[in-house]
């Protein structure tokens, strides 16, 4: 028997997102067919090669919380009743919920295990339009931006601090995109404030001009992009002899050494999505979708209208390749690093004291702790404040009984609960069916089903949808 429970009986039962019934969803349903046909003949010149990585990422992000591709039963209250929590997709940069996770777990990681309580800065490293084409197709050359940003760095702090051995402390991370989507490979790191001494101190950085790391940054990149053959070096002198390259750095303010908060916000925008469902309408009857944010510097628009396609063809180039790493960690930080300080005490110091105007930290006896990697329910608890694994009906806690994955388990579970019909109904993508997949009915509108997760298998995290959906609940 299946009994609806509404949801203000228990108004602080968790009520996670529907994702059938997203925008996002909803344009990739409808256009992702016409837009993967389409492609080469309308978008290959201007967004690159097809790349199969998009195939796989749209398919999972479209099975994402499908109960027809596995879940695991939640119960074992004392009321004896069940709920049914799918999978989800876990595809980063792409899915907002699952890649949302991800952004929290980074952003605890950073504050716990990897930075030193010393002041940090949050640098952002731009480079001209007129280079940008050629780190579309090529992700090494990616690697090597992130190179040349390490080495201005490190460069540039030295010289100002007069430690030729000093070493930085630095996170990269790798965004392509810009405020409307576009493709805008650029850096975000976020350094120490300073450079760290083998002897366990580290001295902090005064307020100085960063045009000369912009010089340097500039320098070195067009340097690597004539070794690649990606420009000549009549290109390259053209191009800095330009009152403005089109080379950036900025640096906002300084990060307290003890404000471990600050820390992980900004560790958690460095990793955000590429775009936000928040910002995105979408319009089914015109085929277009209106993405808001800041006002555009030379239209002075808040706003932008896509054709559907051309925003399918907009968020996909920022999927990253399998196994590429948009996060490094360089110095201080890096993972050798700070494996090798786990093994072998500071070396005693041994170097020319500081200047008397320096601001200098002892760190010599800091030790980042292991930091247990949050749950994804805990992670619940901590963003919308409500217990997700309790029970609607009973209010007890409950637990994991079993993870279903088994295709004919999974068939024979769904139709003796008579649930089997109303998951195949559920509108699919229609893109030709893969030789992995099972076809399915003719799309109807999407039942909507209050839906919880649980552990490292349940990845996603939401907006909560404002309508009141019932509860399933199991005899």
Known sequence: MILCIPNYVHSKVYRPRQ????????????????????????????????????????????????????????GACGCGKEHLLPFSCKCRNFCPSCHQKKVLLFGEHVRHEIVYPVPHRQYVLTIPKRLRCYFRNNHKLLGQLCLAARDSLKTFLRTQLGLPEGEVGMILVIHTFGEYLGWHPHLHILCADGLFRQSGLFQCMRPVDLQELELLFRDR?????VQAGKIDQATADQISAWPHSGFGVDNGSVIAKNDTAAIE????????????????????????????????YHSKCNFKVFSAEAFIAAITQHIPAHGFQNVRYYGWYSNKTRGQRRKQTLAAATEDPPTADADVIDVSDYQPKKHASKKWRELIKK???????????????????????????????????????????????????RQDSAAYSSPEEPRQYAILYEDAFFDGIDQLPEDEFPTILID
């Open 19 to 74: 994702p059938r019934q997203s925008p996002l969803w909803r344009c990739l349903y409808d256009h992702y067919a016409a837009f993967k046909s389409n492609y080469k003949q309308t978008f290959e010149q201007t967004h690159g090669f097809w790349r199969e990585v998009v195939d796989r990422v749209v398919q999972q992000f479209l099975e994402c919380g499908d109960l027809a591709k596995g879940f695991a039963r939640i």
């Open 383 to 433: 963003v919308w404040e409500v217990e997700p694994l309790i029970c609607p009906k009973c209010g007890k806690p409950m637990r994991v009984i079993a993870l279903i994955d088994d295709p004919g388990v999974i068939f024979e579970i769904l139709s003796h609960l008579g649930l089997w019909e109303a998951v195949n109904e559920q509108t699919r993508s229609r893109a030709p069916p």
């Open 221 to 225: 990149v067009l340097n690597f992009l």
């Open 265 to 296: 916000r900004v560790a958690q925008y460095m990793l955000r999505n590429p775009f936000a469902l928040s910002k995105m309408t979408y319009n089914e009857h015109s085929a277009t979708v209106i993405y808001r944010s800041k006002p555009d």
